[in-house]
């Protein structure tokens, strides 16, 4: 009687490489520009999100960008990732808080680059709001014997009240 043969086990059964792509809710706008994840050279994902790419064993050469319009690629972000049989290689990727830095790609948790930054320019942007309101209000409140706009009287009143 014949006797069947096993098929020989499947080294690429459950091989991946797991990415997730994320922005910072600050940068909403990144939400209308897909992501775009290229393994080794070719497009493989282009969305936000947990990313799942089977691939069998081996080196692989993983980068990712978002199609921009200044520059023409924000974040770009390389990464050569080692996949073993029956692996599934967990990494993330978070978009820059600035147009001209790069992307961060690697085990996660991974930080936003380019915070640091983000978080100086909303200090100056505060300052200088802080200043402008300032002005205006102390402006409204002097008693200048200049002509006023009609609509700086009701301020002028608000305020007056308010520092008395």
Not at 19 to 30: D, G, I, N, S
Not at 102 to 110: H, N, R, S, T, Y
Not at 145 to 154: N, V
């Amino acid at each position: 009687m014949y006797e069947q043969q096993p098929p020989p086990p499947d080294r690429t059964a459950g091989s991946a490489i797991a990415v997730t792509l994320k922005y910072h809710p600050l940068a909403f706008l990144l939400g209308l520009f897909k992501p775009q994840t290229q393994l080794n050279g070719h497009v493989a994902a282009t969305a936000w999100g947990r990313q799942v790419l089977p691939v069998p064993p081996g080196r692989y050469h993983l980068h990712v960008h978002v199609p921009y319009l200044l520059p023409p690629q924000l974040g770009p972000a390389d990464l050569t990732v080692d996949v073993y049989p029956g692996q599934v290689v967990e990494l993330e990727y978070r978009a820059p808080m600035v147009a001209f830095t790069k992307g961060a790609l690697g085990a996660p948790p991974q930080k936003y680059p380019g915070m640091p930054v983000m978080i100086v320019l909303m200090v100056i942007m505060l300052i200088f709001l802080v200043c402008i309101c300032g002005g205006v209000i102390a402006g409204a409140v002097s008693d200048s014997s200049s002509s006023s706009l009609p609509a700086f009287d009701a301020v002028r009143q608000v305020a007056g009240v308010l520092l008395r």
